[in-house]
Every structure is written in structure tokens, then in C-alpha cells.
């Protein structure tokens, strides 16, 4: 398998910011695969479905979105996924190397997610996500200040 870099960021870091200026960059959003939405619109729109509560989970889920994964890691050269706990756990049994983007401090998330029009519940519940994710001892972590965003952290490790 080609050599891809693989970042399990947390929210808000700027991953869709990354991947619509690099086409060699993939966002590869876990909501898609993860929620089964009764609205198709809402299903449409990544953002505004964020916090939903209408929906169900995909009983497939998590690995069709691991399976997909390892079917995009043939066409990319960076991809931006999911820093839910047990999607890493699977990445390790896998033995898939990946970094972990992580914020130094779960408010400054919290504001960027608000700002750019995430709806409260998601945006506050970042704060729980925070402690329930946070990086183990054994994860390559890439840490991010309130002043930086992914690709600022990428740039400083040389990664990107």
C-alpha cells in the first residue's frame, strides 16, 4: 500500500479548510457513513447536521468507514478523519499509522465551531468529546494552540 499520512483531528482544526486547498488532501467526514438521517437534505449539509439528534446510527458503522478508508488511501497523499476513540482503537488493530491532531484546550473549538455556525449542542458538546477522546500515552499527537490551525501545525512538524 502506497505511504499515505493518515490525521485523526479533532473538530474545528480546520480539516475542510486543508482539504479544499490541496485536491491531494481528503476530508473524509465519518458523519457520511456513521448517521442515517430521515431528512435528505439535512443529510446533505455536513455542518448544519452536526448535533442533530434526529437520526440513527448505521448498525455497518465503524467499518464501512475504515473499510472506505483504506480504499482512499490508494488515491490520497493526506487524509483527514475522525478522532473518535474507537475508530483509532481499530486504526492501531489495523496497525494503520496515523497522527492525532489535538487541541491544547477544548473553548477555543468550542468558539471556532459557534462561529462558523454549528448549533450549540454540538458546539458545547465538544467540551465532553474533549475529555472522552483525549490522546493516550502510545499516540503520536500533534498538538494545536488557540492562535494555530491543522495546516500551521503540519508546516511546523514538516508534514506537510
Keep these: 500500500m502506497r505511504k499515505v499520512l493518515i490525521i485523526s483531528a479533532f473538530s474545528a482544526l480546520g480539516k475542510t479548510y486543508l482539504s479544499r486547498k490541496n485536491k491531494k488532501v481528503l476530508d473524509f467526514?465519518?458523519?457520511f457513513y456513521r448517521?442515517?438521517?430521515?431528512?435528505?437534505?439535512?443529510?446533505?449539509?455536513v455542518e448544519k447536521r452536526k448535533g442533530v439528534t434526529d437520526r440513527i446510527e448505521n448498525p455497518e458503522y465503524p467499518r464501512n468507514y475504515l473499510n472506505d478508508?483504506?480504499?482512499k488511501m490508494k488515491q490520497y497523499d493526506?487524509?483527514?478523519i475522525t478522532p473518535e476513540k474507537?475508530?483509532?482503537?481499530?486504526?492501531?488493530?489495523?496497525?494503520?499509522?496515523y497522527f492525532l491532531a489535538y487541541p491544547t484546550k477544548p473553548d477555543f473549538v468550542v468558539e471556532r465551531a459557534l462561529k462558523r455556525g454549528n448549533n450549540m449542542a454540538f458546539s458545547?458538546?465538544?467540551?465532553?468529546?474533549f475529555k472522552d477522546w483525549y490522546p493516550s500515552e502510545d499516540e503520536k499527537v500533534l498538538w494545536v494552540e488557540k492562535d494555530e490551525y491543522l495546516e500551521d501545525v503540519l508546516i511546523k512538524n514538516h508534514l506537510y
Design 29 to 31: 467526514e465519518a458523519s
Design 86 to 97: 474507537r475508530i483509532r482503537e481499530m486504526l492501531q488493530q489495523r496497525k494503520i499509522e
Design 78 to 80: 493526506i487524509i483527514l
Design 69 to 71: 478508508l483504506e480504499e
Design 124 to 129: 458545547k458538546g465538544l467540551e465532553k468529546t
Design 35 to 45: 448517521w442515517l438521517y430521515k431528512d435528505e437534505n439535512l443529510a446533505k449539509d
